[in-house]
């Protein structure tokens, strides 16, 4: 304390700020066990009271394996990539899709499912949905060890291209906070957004190369499909595990469209929530 | 005071709210659709959704300076919460600034962030982690916290499973040992029995005593004359008075309390009677202090009694309740073997007088009746108006002072038997 004092007091300036002033690095970073902290508390409290605990996060993607094997890989033979077999084929993408839905859905009510705290206290309001993906992805971890494994018993050997993995997580990351954001900061003023990001959810995974693969798509549309950033996402994760081929140029409308999109995500996050908790 | 340098430096802070729907069309994706589709939909939406707005605070200029205890009073929605909203960082001002120096920490709820689910021990990090404490310091404290909150044995239940009185019991030792320069309080002491807010309140005094700047919400204004050396009255979203506390809660609760009219109301005098209360104030009170008790000097109370027909033998009472409305003290014209009173038409002054009115500081109700001997006829029977506010400051025991009737200082002399 008597060292504190001596250095001149910490000023808070406090007035109406534009966007990105609303921006404070500085700040989240001195209060990034509050991100631990926060996270934590979702991942303890989701799965208290229920039989399965983490055992959710394994089995929702195993469900859906099982099913899509079945209809999609064994009665309509969807063709996969290289020949690999249809199981892991789909699960590659299942489990990324998972995190990225998770983290879609938390991101874009974490304002209004934590209003009691925001109208209480402050602290840099990004730190929430940050929270909710760091939380959603000690459930991707849970699924992705399954994944390898399953990777491993089909046979499949890892390429150099795994070291790249850790790219596209960051895209999947991006794209899934983008939107979030955006959806987040809407659904502040408009509630229909959060009866909206479900089916939008399911929607867009037949949009994305989840259940089949991208080289099904005619190579006239591959541009204006890479414009959604889930299937450079996807494409990359079979790349990088199953050695499926390598995304092309189409990796860039991907990468972009995911960029836009945050960093406009973050700007209407950021203004929305010097007073969101007027209307919250 | 006044050479202290400033805490907390604000300039022409406003803040305005939208009233009604923020968006043109009730807040709803069905009212945006229906606005698109018709024409009278829309001209119907634009009617009622005009923009209206209210200044819930407007050109509010103060500095604090460093180690002051402010207090903050008035009525519900008159800005309070928004001010402490807006220097705490959780929403921004419309217009404005405001500078704090130090490191902040804002109460505006016991326990925010509480989850049912975690434990006492895991909400004791988890709050304190948003409260702004890093995980090193709740370590550092945390044998403090959980003393303070009396709660050892139930560091490891759900705090699901926890009264109301447990649950702020241990959402306040989190928050008693935040350790900010400046510390912004609003009315949470409402909440817990009465030796728990005794324990807040020392707790917050003692904060104050280091030389902390607080700024302090509350409706009780025991607990603002008790904390804080000076007090803020707003009134719609401004200033209304800021002076030593004693003075201006008198004021408010004079106001607040009694109605604006000081004494004579003239709506009594309408209809027939014999004999009727008009006003009542202290006899020789200095002005502005009409209604106001601050010091243990002899008291008069003076009231005016009309009187239309003359009265052979009557006699009046006057008594004194609490702010719980329990009988304090009452007397009579006859006391002391006084007997009677033989009254002529016109206005008189019945005047009472105590040696002291030694109570501890409220807003205390008069009582005053009036009877005519023959056949104990009432003639009147007045709640006086306004009240009596007392505001001497308090002199029991610091750890008493919410219990007890009276407020004495005591002395003592040791001699040796």
């Known amino acids: 304390m008597a060292e504190a004092r001596a250095q001149p007091p910490a000023v808070t300036r406090i007035r109406a700020r534009a966007g990105w002033e609303a921006l404070n690095l500085r700040e989240m970073w001195e209060r990034r066990e509050l991100l631990w902290?926060?996270?934590w508390r979702d991942v303890r409290v989701r799965y208290k009271q229920t039989i399965l605990g983490?055992?959710?996060?394994?089995l929702q993607p195993l469900m859906q394996m099982v099913v899509f094997s079945i209809v999609f890989g064994e009665w309509l033979k969807v063709p996969t990539d290289n020949n690999i077999p249809y199981p892991v084929f789909s699960s590659t993408a299942v489990v990324p899709w998972a995190l990225f839905g998770s983290v879609l859905a938390a991101t874009a009510t974490s304002l209004t499912s934590n209003a009691g705290i925001l109208n209480k206290v402050y602290f840099p309001r990004l730190l929430i949905p940050l929270a909710g993906a760091a939380a959603r992805l000690v459930d991707f971890g849970v699924a992705f060890a399954i994944l390898l494994a399953m990777i491993f018993v089909f046979g499949i050997h890892f390429t150099p291209a795994i070291l790249l993995l850790p790219l596209f997580l960051l895209l999947l990351l991006v794209t899934a906070l983008g939107f979030g954001l955006w959806l987040g900061a809407i659904n502040v003023y408009i509630r229909d957004i959060q009866?909206?990001?479900?089916?939008?959810?399911t929607l867009w995974s037949y949009a994305s190369p989840v259940i089949y693969s991208a080289q099904s798509i005619p190579p006239a549309w591959r541009m204006v499909y890479a414009l959604n950033p889930m299937a450079g996402v996807l494409n990359g994760f079979r790349w990088c595990l199953l050695g499926t081929p390598a995304p092309g140029p189409e990796i860039w409308p991907s990468i972009i469209v995911a960029i836009a999109v945050f960093l406009t995500g973050m700007m209407m996050f950021l203004r929305v929530q010097r007073t969101m908790v007027d209307i919250l | 005071m006044s050479g202290a340098p400033p805490a907390i430096s604000i300039r022409g802070l406003g803040k305005r709210y939208r009233i009604g729907s923020y968006l043109p069309t009730g807040g709803t994706l069905r009212g945006w659709f229906a606005d698109r589709l018709s024409a009278k939909a829309r001209a119907a939406s634009a009617e009622s959704n005009k923009p209206r707005y209210i200044w819930a605070l407007r050109d509010l200029t103060l500095d604090v300076p460093t180690g002051s205890v402010i207090g903050?009073?008035?009525?519900?929605?008159?800005?309070?919460?928004?001010?402490?909203k807006i220097l705490s960082r959780i929403t921004d001002p419309t217009e404005g600034t405001a500078e704090l120096y130090g490191k902040v920490a804002s109460l505006l709820e016991v326990g925010t962030g509480f989850h049912g689910e975690l434990t006492g021990r895991e909400n004791i990090y988890l709050n304190g982690a948003i409260s702004g404490m890093t995980r090193a310091e709740v370590d550092r404290r945390f044998d403090e916290i959980v003393a303070f909150s009396e709660l050892e044995q139930f560091l490891d239940t759900p705090v699901k499973r926890y009264s109301s009185g447990m649950y702020v019991r241990l959402g306040f030792a989190v928050a008693a040992h935040l350790d900010p320069d400046i510390l912004l309080v609003d009315e949470v002491l409402a909440v817990g029995d009465l030796s728990f807010q005794r324990r807040c309140l020392n707790r917050m005094n003692d904060v104050a005593q280091t030389g902390r700047t607080v700024i302090f919400v509350s409706h009780q204004m025991t607990a603002i004359r008790r904390l804080c050396n000076r007090t803020i009255w707003l009134e719609a979203g401004r200033i209304r008075d800021f002076g030593p506390t004693g003075e201006v809660v008198a004021r408010y609760e004079s106001e607040s309390l009694g109605g604006a009219a000081p004494g004579g109301s003239g709506s009594?005098?309408?209809?027939?009677?014999?004999?009727?209360?008009?006003s009542w104030m202290r006899d020789g009170a200095p002005a502005g202090e009409a209604h106001v008790l601050s010091d243990l000097a002899p008291v008069a109370f003076r009231l005016v009694l009309d009187v239309r027909e003359r009265i052979a033998a009557g006699y009046g009472g006057i008594e004194i309740f609490d702010p719980e409305g329990k009988l304090i003290w009452s007397g009579a014209s006859y006391d002391g073997g006084r007997g009677d009173l033989a009254l002529d038409p016109g206005k008189h002054a019945l005047i009472y007088s105590l040696p002291m009115l030694p109570l501890k500081p409220g807003a205390y109700k008069l009582h005053a009746s009036f009877y005519e001997r023959e056949g104990r006829k009432l003639l009147d029977d007045w709640w006086a108006a306004p009240e009596l506010i007392v505001s001497l400051p308090p002199s029991s025991h610091p750890d008493?002072?919410?219990?007890g009737i009276l407020n004495l200082p005591c002395g003592l002399r040791v001699e040796r038997e």
């Open chain 1, 37 to 39: 902290f926060l996270a």
């Open chain 1, 54 to 58: 983490v055992g959710w996060a394994i």
């Open chain 1, 195 to 201: 009866m909206l990001v479900p089916f939008l959810i």
């Open chain 2, 72 to 84: 903050i009073i008035g009525r519900n929605g008159v800005g309070k919460s928004t001010l402490l």
């Open chain 2, 268 to 278: 009594r005098e309408g209809a027939a009677y014999k004999a009727r209360y008009l």
């Open chain 2, 400 to 403: 008493d002072e919410w219990q």
